[in-house]
């Protein structure tokens, strides 16, 4: 009798858990899978991915259902999709499905129209070929531990296809939720690895966007040797007074093809301005003007201006200037904050008045440098830095930026847009090092440049004073060389966009011409050759190996939906490139008795709207997680990685974002500057769960045990934590940098939002606590 109650329960339990199960399997994940929300040109939640070819992707009124589609035409042959990034849960199971219709479609190098999951590799539905009427195709798959897929309507496939493919009724079905292990960190403290190379916290800077200019560099001036002539649309100057009084002049120019030159008609002043500039309240601002023409053109009044007022500006007169250029000083005070003053040369008398370059900078500069930019790059204490490029320098002439430097040639930067002033050049760069304390890494023209060239540079930087560039650099004031050990041989000679890129057989021979040659004027330099993964790594490790001590590589993530997604493709990329060099070094005779380290010279997330000029994206929470799981990896594979340089560290993709009178560090600097000061070197075997990422490393003199843990999740979490090899004595120290909200970040024009908060921590046993977005680094004492 009693157990009858107990049947109905159950087949009630049975029934529930059915009709749950169907409505499980009966969601689609896909947003606008139906494609009939169009915005523009597009669907609403999809965008146009492209990896080979040329094909046309469009909405179209051909819906299998409801009125739209999605189309792609390729005549030539295409390898690209419609793509949708979705959620999904991890270590779940899902089915992909959808409709296609085909036309004339021809498979080609690829495999036709079909569905697949761009990165869960080789997730993909059958390919249609062929003229076919509306077909449904399916796959199943695992998630793992991606937390976001990208579903692509595919036409072509790892090659190129021709023809016409619709798409309809995507849906992506959860079948199956499954389990999510609990985090938990395993260390082995006797099991320990090669010492973690400080080089791993090293830093990039280019001349691009508003990393030098505008943001190391104090000059408040733009284009301050006028490359564009005044009142062009491309020029911050504009001409002061009535009149058309401002021309360009070539003929004896002061410096590049031309001078501005103010025709004054006497009693009218005329000259010229530069606006936006900001001023901070009791701040001094010095310059220089350099100023030629008739003696009747005197007096000169430049001007610094905060406000329309006559009382809101500060004024140098200057009551005589001569025929010839000459440099007239400038000071002022402001005595209140402004966004917008404004920077005047006006000539008072009549004649002509030529203006030959003009300087500005607050008067707390450090040997031309930004006080505040200089303060937090020594914060990040970075042990060395890269420079000048990038693809900068494959257009780069070094001698541009050497002697006098208000005569030193504007140019058109070679690589990316604006003007490059060469106002910074090697002396000083070399000056940041030593104001820095840090190391240079000297980057050598092998695009456009020549072996002549770079073997002038290296014999600039570290030749003797007998030498004929040594003689050069004594005259500009350093009479020692510089000792720089590190010169990269070029920069990402492999891809089409550098300039002076040729094939990778002609390339091989060019580096060991120019290393060869570079040895003869400096034997000890290190030099480091250009990598990259797969067919260009293999051959200069093959046939450049006697002729590079290191191989940079290069690697750059973009935004992925998902927090975890986003954080763990910094490490398993990082990991993919350990990998590829460890089956280099077993395969390759070449590398026999060698060991060739890696610098990743170039790593980063790249990705969103340029907030800080060229390239000056923004970094958020989940950027700061990603990179901590990178420096992570780094010290996992310290028998590898001897340098990684961030790139790039000031506003371009920068670790510190600058305004025109403030600078902080973003997520990510912060990142990098906990991990310098307080990471261990010594690395530890440590095995985690997927949901978290960390790292064991015992101090130099193996007195704690530091552990960095990355909790991707908005959570916080209990980490379970077991330790072998070591016994805790349950005190220690705590770093973190989190905030609940992943998209969370620091601005240089308001207080910080995000900093590194230290605390002690007691009674730690077999649980580390950790907050929901969030890097953690223990410093655990042991007994």
């Known amino acids: 009798m009693d157990r009858i109650p107990d049947l109905r ?25 139906s494609f009939e929300q169009v915005q ?55 089915r992909l499905s959808g409709w296609i219709k085909t036309e004339g479609v021809v498979a080609g190098s690829g495999k036709g129209a079909l569905f697949n999951i761009h990165n869960i590799q080789p997730v993909q539905t059958a390919a249609i070929t062929g003229t076919r009427d509306w077909t449904r195709v399916e796959v199943e798959f695992d998630t793992g531990f991606e937390d976001s897929v990208q579903v692509n309507c595919l036409l072509g496939g790892w090659g190129l296809s021709t023809g016409t493919a619709w798409f309809d009724d995507v849906a992506l079905t959860l079948l199956q939720r499954g389990e999510v292990p ?70 004896r120019a002061f410096v590049g093809k031309h001078s501005p030159r103010v025709t004054l008609a006497g009693g009218a002043p005329a000259g010229i301005q530069q606006a936006g500039l900001a001023l901070k309240s009791g701040m001094t601002y010095a310059g220089r003007v350099w100023l030629a023409g008739d003696r009747e053109t005197a007096p000169i009044r430049v001007s610094l201006a905060w406000g329309p007022g006559a009382a809101d500006r500060a004024d140098v007169n200057i009551d005589r200037i001569a025929a010839d250029f000459s440099a007239y000083p400038l000071s002022f005070r402001c005595p209140s904050d402004a966004r917008d003053a404004r920077f005047e040369v006006v000539g008072l008398g009549s004649g002509s008045l030529s203006i030959g370059a003009a300087s500005l900078m607050p008067s707390d500069n450090v040997e031309g440098f930004r006080a505040d930019t200089l303060a937090l790059l020594k914060e990040l204490d970075a042990p060395v830095y890269r420079w000048p490029g990038g693809n900068f320098v494959s257009g780069y002439e070094w001698r541009d930026g050497v002697g006098e430097r208000d005569r030193r040639p504007p140019r058109k930067n070679p690589a990316w847009s604006g003007v490059e002033p060469n106002d910074v050049g090697i002396d000083e760069f070399m000056a940041l090092c030593r104001l820095l304390e840090t190391e240079a890494y000297i980057a050598v023209n092998t695009g456009l440049g020549s072996v002549e060239n770079a073997v002038a540079q290296i014999e600039y930087v570290n030749g003797g004073a007998e030498t004929q560039s040594g003689r050069l650099r004594a005259a500009n004031g350093h009479a020692a060389p510089y000792g720089v050990r590190f010169f990269g041989i070029g920069n990402e000679m492999y891809g089409d966009w550098q300039l002076g890129h040729i094939p990778l057989a002609q390339y091989t021979a060019r580096h060991n011409a120019f290393v060869d040659a570079l040895r003869k004027v400096d034997p000890s330099f290190r030099p480091v050759g250009v990598g990259a993964v797969g067919d260009w790594s293999v051959a200069m490790l093959r046939e450049c190996a006697d002729r590079m001590e290191f191989i940079s590589e290069h690697v750059y993530w973009q935004e992925r939906t998902g927090l975890l997604a986003h954080v763990r493709q910094a490490p398993t990329s990082l990991r993919a490139i350990a990998d590829a060099h460890r089956r280099y070094r077993r395969e390759l005779p070449s590398l026999a008795a060698k060991n060739i380290r890696i610098c990743q010279d170039e790593w980063n997330y790249w ?53 025109k009178s403030s600078a902080a560090l973003e997520t990510t600097g912060l990142v990098l500057k906990l991990y310098r000061r307080h990471f261990g070197v010594i690395p530890c075997r440590t095995e985690t769960t997927p949901t978290v990422d960390a790292l064991a490393a015992w101090s130099a003199d193996r007195r704690r045990l530091t552990v960095a843990v990355v909790n991707p999740s908005l959570r916080p979490a209990e980490v379970g934590f077991e330790l072998r090899g070591a016994q805790l004595a349950g005190t220690g120290s705590r770093w973190i940098v989190s905030d609940p909200d992943p998209l969370a970040y620091n601005d240089p024009d308001a207080p910080a939002r995000i900093t590194i908060r230290e605390g002690s921590v007691r ?21």
């Open 182 to 251: 609990a985090p938990r960190i395993t260390v082995d403290a006797a099991a320990t690895g090669e010492p973690i190379s400080k080089y791993i916290y090293g830093q990039f800077i280019e001349h691009l966007g508003r990393c030098i200019y505008g943001g190391i560099w104090a000059e408040m001036l733009e284009d301050r040797k006028f490359f564009h002539p005044v009142g062009d649309a491309d020029s911050p100057w504009k001409a002061f007074g009535a009149g058309n009084v401002v021309s360009m002049a070539s003929e």
């Open 40 to 94: 523009g040109d597009a669907p609403v939640g999809w965008s146009r991915a492209r990896w080979a070819g040329e094909g046309t992707l469009a909405t179209a009124r051909v819906g299998r259902t409801d009125a739209y589609s999605v189309s792609i035409r390729s005549d030539q042959g295409a390898d690209v999709s419609w793509a949708c990034v979705v959620t999904v849960e991890i270590n779940s199971r899902y």
């Open 607 to 659: 990705y969103g709207p340029h907030v800080f000029g060229e390239l000056g994206t923004r970094y958020f929470m989940k950027d700061a997680l990603g990179c901590a799981a990178a420096l992570n990896e780094f010290a996992r594979n310290s028998d590898l990685f001897f340098m990684a340089n961030y790139a790039q560290t000031v506003n371009v993709i920068g670790a510190i974002k600058t305004s």
């Open 9 to 33: 329960k159950l087949v009630v339990i049975c029934m529930a858990l059915h009709i749950a199960a169907a409505i499980v399997s009966a969601e689609s994940a896909v947003p606008n899978g």
């Open 763 to 783: 009674d730690v046993a077999d649980v580390l606590s950790v907050e929901p977005c969030s890097v953690t680094l223990f410093a655990l004492d042991v007994r």
